[in-house]
């Protein structure tokens, strides 16, 4: 009979399912065999079990904040059967006009995993050698939070600002948080906005001297004449940026006047790039990051489907789940 693995699958949304399957033949040349330990739950899991990710078609196996260990591997890099690694998700092309400027985190052909084609919640999975990182330093759990925390990071050097500007991140999720964190680390003077005063209960755990819940308020009204250097439009500051992280499905519209009498600039943030990998792989091991106030909840590949449809809409206390994969 042939070796099975477990997996979950969202076979539509609203519908996940525990089951098995072939596991994966022996990596072709340049790929690698990896076992899967710690799967990352993300906001965009949730909106694929939702029905609500503009770029997906069911079924999916979900899962692309990865850690793990190499079961084999079929390329000439620095890395070993055994190795603990975490997982960089964006397979691209590496010959389009993105990936020729140094940019595969955009790739014109990208394909994520979990999104474009099946991801890690699964016991096995096979990953081009390329986008293995060593996790060398990190536990498994620490080393399935970088993915996220790259995507906070990216926008932070993607804004092209130096220590002191004031930044003001809007959402107190996830990304939004990591977002803050890594601003702080780049020593900018940062305030938070969220409707959920538990996640701004973590932030001012976690303040260097940032700004939220009621204090938020009163600074925004204190600031009506001094607007922040990197926010959204309404508040940013002649000569300052808007970095947009989130995706929606819609357009978007905004005041030519405004955005032109400010000279300011409009800067769209995607995925993540190796560099910034790296950047979160040393700031955590450095204790820049409170990852143990980070990852909130935790669940089993057999006990994911269930857990995931709670926490799509009970969110309170959550900011990050992970799925201990090696548990069952």
Known sequence: M????KVVR???????VFEEQQAPDAPPEGWALVNVAFVGICETDYHIFEGRHPYLAYPRIMG???SGTIAAINAPVDLSVGEQILVNPYLACGHCAACRQGKPNCCMSIEVLGVHRDGAMSEQILVPAQNLIPAAGLS??????VEFLAIGAHPVRRCMAGPGIRTFVIGAGPIGLGTALFARIAQQNVTVMDVDTERLTFDHRNDSGANCGSRFRRR???NGKQPFDAVCLAYVAHGGVMVMVSVVPDDITFSDPEFHKREMMLIGSRNATRSDFQHVIASIRAGKIPIDQLVTHRTTLRDNPRDIAIWAQQKSGLIKAVIDVGSG
């Open 2 to 5: 042939d070796p099975t693995i």
């Open 10 to 16: 969202c076979s539509e949304p609203g519908r996940l």
């Open 64 to 66: 692309h904040e990865v």
């Open 140 to 145: 498994l759990v620490e080393a399935a939070t």
């Open 220 to 222: 925004l009204r204190r």
